[in-house]
């Protein structure tokens, strides 16, 4: 099994369905944290009793990790929204979008059995905080699309080179909006010290941040 593949592939999955089930970016990422950072780093223990105990495991296929895709986007509704999705609309979602089998609501329940649910503050709701800080300092600022800076998180999670960058939330944040700046934003107006700012209102470190940025912008060039 390639792992790298499967779990890129899953991912793909999730994305795809939040913009097909037309969540909100919130609880997109929120359910790609819980994905990627808690279910799939868990699943893929095979070790662990708890999970090789679970039918929907044994083997361990595309369509389960699928399955546990949505089970990832129906908390995070849970956690963020007022009316967030059923189960009945998820099961229905799921009886069109995973080919190999089709998934009962028990299943879906089973689904989040064997695990703690927790969540923490994710990179999302750091980079929203910062641009809007942004926008409130400095003119340019406005130049600075929350759509740019969403598009570099989903390319972020085409590799595990670049995914693990969601273990440091805050970072992450700030080297994504770095980035957007720098992609967005004409050379002619660069006269805001972003770095400068960005360091001092995050503590991050300077050196750190650069780093992280020409990673991303060459996963970025990379795959456009």
Known sequence: MDSSGLR??????????AYQLEVASLVKYTALSLFADRFYTSLTRSKQDTVARNWLLQP????????????SLWISSKIHNSHPLSVRTLKSFGDNAINEQHFTFRDFLE???????????ISFVY?????????????????????VCMDIMDLLYEKDETSILYSSPRPLAASILVTAYLITV????????????????TSC????????????LTHVIGSS
């Open 8 to 17: 890129r592939r899953s991912l793909g999955f999730l994305i795809q369905s």
């Open 111 to 121: 689904g989040v059995l064997n695990f703690e649910i927790r969540t923490l503050k």
């Open 127 to 147: 980079l929203e905080e910062l641009l809007i800080h942004f926008k409130a300092v400095a003119r340019v600022g406005e130049l600075v699309n929350l759509e």
């Open 205 to 216: 470190k300077e050196e750190y941040i650069l780093e992280v940025v020409k990673l991303i």
């Open 186 to 201: 004409p050379n002619e107006t660069w006269e805001f010290p972003l770095l400068p700012w960005v360091k001092f209102v």
């Open 60 to 71: 361990l296929r595309e369509s389960n990790l699928q399955l546990f895709a949505l089970v």
